[in-house]
């Protein structure tokens, strides 16, 4: 019965918490922290100390499960670069200095569990993409941040792991990267084979409830087999969720991709919200083991703040060094651009030409008679056989221009400058996952109640100091706000194009429109078809231009939620 008590009280909290965040212009997550800390503090409140393998194995792939399936695809895919970058050689490069600062500020340590400690407070929460989002700064901003949070826990795991491994044995720099591309190689195959089973079958499941359970289990059937054979869960989860969100819209209806994203919204919000609520809760907890060790909490706040100023400072660096890198490439791209413009024109040209011969060829085929048309002519007797361009082939050359053309636009019409690099720099925020990968440390670690307890710090300052002070900060810098300018002239290019391919479908059927008219209740049935054929043809055009980068993930999450909204509402009027 206690536990229930403690179930729904905590489960009125996280909703108390979002909605009153908002309005008090403080992050729900702050206010969790907050909260937890006060009440473990309450007499009669026992101490509390969750398993780390509850929040790892738990809570965290459904959780990443969950942010996956929502990432634009496209933005991924263009940022992959800064996010690979900042979730794996960030983790590595921080976990290194970290190890070497903690060895030398604690006598004892040793380099090994100095590099497990650096490991535990080098990946960033997800929590400040809600600040950020609520600001409204450019969505490149926004990509960069989710898409590190997604896969520097996974990385930092990984080297936690060899880390704790190097303190009871000999463990070369071979080993550690050998395990990580196993862990993270095995994981992708998993969570890649995961996702496109889970879109096979759930294809062909007709209920949405059943749809949506079914749905719950993704994340742990891609995580748990990607553990027992030693690689990350994690990334297995996060791959599972990229393939989901990617082919949910060719693969299942409006109705169930609904009811997924309310569902799994609700499972976000009370996962994210357990996961700092917990974090609090502990607050009391490790001060008494603190206090076992006979050692004061003013020196795992002391170690905090000095870890929390070396992970901002490392930050800042490699930040700056990225933002090196994506300038020049900038630059290499903008001058690239010009070439493909040529290379698009003369590849027109081209078809342009070959129609006009081909016409000729017909016409004249067609003077000299119905026989004619196979013989050659006297030039092309005298001169050697033509090869046509193999048309699939050009057409797959014409898109990956149109592609890398798209690409070039979005990174010159966004860039990257020091305004949001700052941004995200002090967006980097630490959460529970440092906590819970702070207790998964042996029993036996020297001084590990003292570890715990400066990985608490390191995350709870981070979310009150960094957190606390974001909205600040964004306001202090100015980096670029989103253009709704070009947001509006982009909507309205991709209501042009829904409207040029339904007057093409309905050109196509005009015997369909012709023959409705003449007929009553059966004209009305083809008619409602014919607006099917539209809307699917409407939403594949859509598709093919997230997958040539032509628009924006928002624009066009916008016209694919009318067309669900429209043809979700015929099949409850019972039209479709």
Known sequence: MEVLVVIVLGLLGIAAAATIGPRLRVASPLLLVLLGIVVSFLPFIPDIEIDPEWILAGILPPLLYASAIAMPSMEFRREFGAISGLSIGLVVVSSGLLGLLFAWLIPGLGLALGIALGAIVSPTDAVATSIVKRIGVSPRIVTVLEGESLLNDASALVLLRSAIAATAASVTIWDVVGDFAFAVGVAVVLGWLVGRVNLWVRSRVTDATVNTVISFTVPFLASLPAEALGASGLVAAVVAGLVTGRGAIRSLSPGHRISDARNWSAIELILEGTVF????????????????????????????????????????????????????????????????????????????????????????????????????????????????????????????????????????????????????????????????????????????????????????????????TLSWFIRLVKPAPIDTRAVGEERAEVNRLMHTVAERVTAERRDVTETARAKGEAGRELVRKLRLEIIAAQREALLEARDDGLYSSAALAGALDVLDAEELSMELRGEA
């Open 277 to 468: 609520l917990i974090l609090g809760l502990e607050f009391s907890t490790l001060l008494d083991d603190l206090s076992n060790e006979r050692v004061g909490i003013e020196v795992g706040v002391l170690l905090a703040l000095a870890a929390l100023a070396a992970v901002v400072a490392v930050r800042a660096g490699y930040v700056a060094i990225t933002l090196w890198i994506l300038a020049r490439r900038r630059r290499r791209a903008a001058a690239m651009r010009p070439r493909i413009e040529q290379i698009q024109q003369r590849l027109d040209a081209h078809d342009l030409t070959e129609r006009a011969e081909t016409a000729v060829e017909e016409a004249a085929a067609g003077e000299r008679g119905p026989d004619a048309a196979d013989e050659p002519t006297a030039a092309d007797r005298g001169r050697p056989e033509r090869r046509r361009p193999d048309g699939p082939r050009l057409e797959r050359v014409r898109r990956m221009l149109r592609r890398k053309a798209a690409d070039i636009d979005y990174f010159l019409a966004v860039p990257l400058g020091w305004r949001e690099g700052a941004v995200i720099v002090w967006a980097g925020m630490r959460g529970a996952v440092t906590l819970a990968a702070a207790q998964t440390l042996p029993n036996d670690t020297p001084g590990r109640s003292l570890l715990v307890l400066t990985a608490f710090f390191v995350a709870a300052l981070s979310l009150l100091i960094q957190g606390g």
